[in-house]
């Protein structure tokens, strides 16, 4: 089986520049989160009782957690929209990268997809599924496979701590005993914010399963708690607040719709 469990830690890191309105914050914890492989899915729930598929558990891997039809699967979620961006379907195997649905609750801010060629072993394609605080929208990026290092606009309002007028870029690895992605916000040559995960795999097993279930049975709640905790720090450090692009744009909409 080549699903895994990752761990370990997340960086953030914001630079005191123009576009930040000179407030710097960083944080770091430490994190697991499993990489499934979606045609592995049953075999890896049934290595503990408490994961399932679709099915009330302490912890689901849950269809409609994420993107696309519920009614299809996430593996032909994630082959459509490689297909509709890139031309081509992909045929080889997909892993997932990011937390499940544990004791009820789960947010990610970054899924990540790793589809595979054929043969299995070169990555032809990373989908990033990005989803927003708080208004949980989501954005997917196709980057191309070859490249380790992309550079493409920001496509969706994130945080309200930051713009919209920015370039991701972004640095990876494909999964293996260490597996490490980048996200940073550039705005030109400014370096604005850096987001990084730096983890090692951890053979999926009965115990390591369980650990998730027991001794750590709150770690998708403290995803969302580390947001809105570090959302306070930035609001008391006074860091400048960005609405939703949808707001700016309302009072225009209401005026043409009033004319």
Do not use: C
Not at 61 to 79: E, H, K, Q, T, W
Not at 186 to 211: C, I, K, M, P, Q
């Amino acid at each position: 089986m080549r699903s895994a469990l990752y761990e370990g830690v997340v960086t953030h890191q914001r630079h005191a520049t123009a576009g930040t309105g000179d407030v710097a914050h960083g944080f770091s914890y430490r994190t697991t989160m499993p990489l499934l492989f979606l045609h592995e899915l049953d075999q890896v729930a049934a290595l503990h009782p408490r994961w399932s598929i679709n099915r009330l558990n302490a912890v689901i891997v849950r269809r409609r957690d994420y993107f696309g039809d519920p009614a299809s699967s996430l593996d032909n979620a994630v082959r459509d929209v490689v297909a509709e961006r890139t031309g081509e379907r992909p045929r080889g195997p997909i892993a997932m990268l990011g937390h499940v649905r544990t004791w009820g609750f789960l947010f990610n801010p970054l899924t990540t997809y790793f589809v595979y060629a054929d043969d299995g072993d070169a990555v032809e394609h990373v989908v990033l599924e990005v989803r927003s605080t708080p208004w949980l929208e989501r954005y997917l990026y196709v980057l191309d496979g070859s490249l380790s290092k992309h550079r493409f606009a920001k496509e969706l309002h994130v945080s309200p701590f930051l713009g919209m007028d920015h370039e991701y870029v972004f640095t990876w690895s494909v999964p293996g005993e260490h597996l490490a992605l980048h996200l940073g916000n550039r705005r030109g040559e400014e370096r604005l914010f850096d987001a990084s995960l730096n983890l090692h795999r951890v053979t999926l097993t009965r115990e390591s399963l369980g650990a998730t279930v027991w001794r750590r049975p709150f770690a998708t709640y403290g995803v969302t708690a580390a947001i809105y905790r570090q959302a306070w720090s930035l609001w008391r450090k006074k860091a400048p607040f960005h609405p939703h692009p949808k707001k700016l744009n309302q009072p225009h909409q209401d005026a043409a719709e009033a004319t």
